[in-house]
């Protein structure tokens, strides 16, 4: 869990991502800070399920979601992830400590992500932005070797920084205004990014053609990369929901992952429906409606629906 304005994290040991895991995160949370008013996460089946939808009901929380393969909203979160995979990796290496063993040194990667000072948070540490308190100095004891070990102690920081970090304590209103700036110029340049914003040229009631980039397509490397056309019945502010027109199966895809086929007054024709069949689409089975043996063929044949 992540703060969004002051990159304060907590890390949760798990075995696998469940709606019991991410409840129990979240009122942990809460127990302490403080419920936020708006949760941002992914569309997993652990965020989006009954008990979180109706613990954020009582919470009196909002709750947004971002989409697979698409962390312009959310992409932090993946970083920091990736990050501590690869840091555990290493310490896993390094302390010569058993693989199962890696939920003990969550509170070290913690502590280090928490007390390190970040350049888009003006140089200062989440714990400092997060709670106010003074940031620890890492390195105010050290061992110095030779024939005789002795461990010594530093002075602590020169006193014109005490004197800026007391100024700087002493209003966090004037501290988060400081690094809020400096997000806000970030947000600006990553906005202006060209897949940030992504014009629009159809709306409720088109066709679009759907890319299906982010799908793995190992089984069929030959499939075409835009399949359709979908239906759109739904719109947001980061997203639209689209509709199969054979499945009638709705997805919520990001504007990037889509373009105009045709507008609303479209004729959905048979040889149009079986073109869309024709896309390499996954069927589910719904149900065995019924079964007979082929005696020419002399095989088994099953109806489903």
Not at 292 to 303: A, D, G, L, Q, W
Request: overall charge positive; some cysteine.
């Amino acid at each position: 869990m992540k703060d969004e304005a002051t990159h304060f994290a907590e890390l949760v040991a798990c075995d696998g991502p469940t709606s019991e895991v991410a409840a129990a995160a979240i009122l942990d949370w809460h127990s302490r800070f403080g419920i936020p008013p708006t949760w941002v996460s992914d569309s997993g089946s652990h965020f989006t399920s009954k008990v979180i939808g109706e613990l954020n009901r009582r919470l009196k929380a909002q709750q947004k979601f971002t989409l697979a393969y698409t962390p312009w909203k959310n992409g932090s979160i993946e970083r920091v992830n990736r990050d501590i995979i690869q840091v555990l990796k290493a310490l896993i290496l390094e302390l010569k400590v058993s693989a199962a063993d890696w939920p003990y040194l969550l509170p070290l990667v913690q502590s280090s992500l928490n007390h390190s000072p970040v350049q888009s948070l003006a140089n200062k540490a989440p714990i400092e932005l997060f709670t106010g308190l003074p940031c620890p100095n890492t390195l105010d004891t050290v061992v110095l070797p030779g024939k005789k070990a002795r461990v010594v102690s530093l002075p602590k920081e020169r006193p014109d920084l005490d004197n800026k970090l007391r100024q700087l304590r002493a209003s966090l209103k004037v501290m988060h205004k400081a690094v809020n700036e400096v997000r806000e110029r970030q947000a600006l340049r990553y906005r202006s990014r060209r897949h940030y914003e992504q014009p629009v040229n159809f709306s409720i009631g088109d066709y679009v053609l759907r890319s299906r980039v982010d799908e793995k397509l190992h089984a069929n490397k030959l499939g075409v990369t835009w399949v359709g056309p979908y239906r759109v019945t739904g719109a947001t502010e980061y997203y639209f929901t689209v509709e199969h027109l054979v499945t009638g199966k709705f997805t919520n895809v990001h504007p990037s992952r889509l373009k105009h086929y045709a507008d609303s007054s479209l004729n959905v024709s048979a040889e149009l429906i079986d073109h869309v069949a024709s896309q390499g689409t996954l069927l589910a089975v719904e149900a065995l409606a019924d079964h007979r043996y082929n005696t020419s063929m002399k095989v088994f044949e099953i109806k489903v629906k």
